[in-house]
């Protein structure tokens, strides 16, 4: 189903200390980014995410957007009504930057800040909430800072 995976620049994975925190890339062209980070089951990690990034013409930030944003042209709002809930992390903003553990079903919203107890151990995979069969729109990339707080 989905095809554009995207590698991190960290080639080993990586198990942060506690304390410490790492900075990765999340493109949106990528529907799977791989950020090498390895989440541990009971820990606690904080996620602050920076810059903007494209949705065909529409410019936001990590913490998505709504159709109903009157800065949205006309003709990207055709649609919106068979689309709404369609996107791969349903009722949740499009464009918001979702984190998921091991490429699974294991999802949570990260937007532009939160924080979460991993509920189970694996690598952390993150992507922009769009459609499915929408990632070859998609420009631009967010910096996504992770720390492990205990």
Not at 40 to 56: K, L, M, P, R, V
């Amino acid at each position: 189903m989905y095809k554009n995976n995207c590698k991190s620049i960290n080639m080993f994975p990586t198990t942060l200390k506690k304390g410490e925190t790492m900075n990765v890339e999340i493109i949106a062209a990528c529907d799977w980014n791989n950020t090498g980070i390895i989440l541990e089951e009971g820990q606690t990690y904080d996620f602050h995410a920076f810059g903007n990034w494209i949705d065909s013409i529409i410019f936001s930030d990590a913490n998505g957007y709504q159709y109903d944003n009157p800065q949205i042209p006309w003709y990207s709002k055709l649609g919106n009504d068979i689309s709404d809930g369609f996107q791969r992390f349903p009722n949740s903003q499009l464009f918001k930057l979702i984190g998921c553990i091991d490429n699974q079903n294991e999802c949570f919203e990260i937007g532009v800040n939160n924080t979460i107890t991993a509920n189970k151990t694996g690598i952390l995979y993150c992507y922009a909430n769009d459609f499915s069969v929408m990632y070859g729109n998609n420009l631009g990339k967010l910096r996504l800072n992770v720390t492990h707080l205990y």
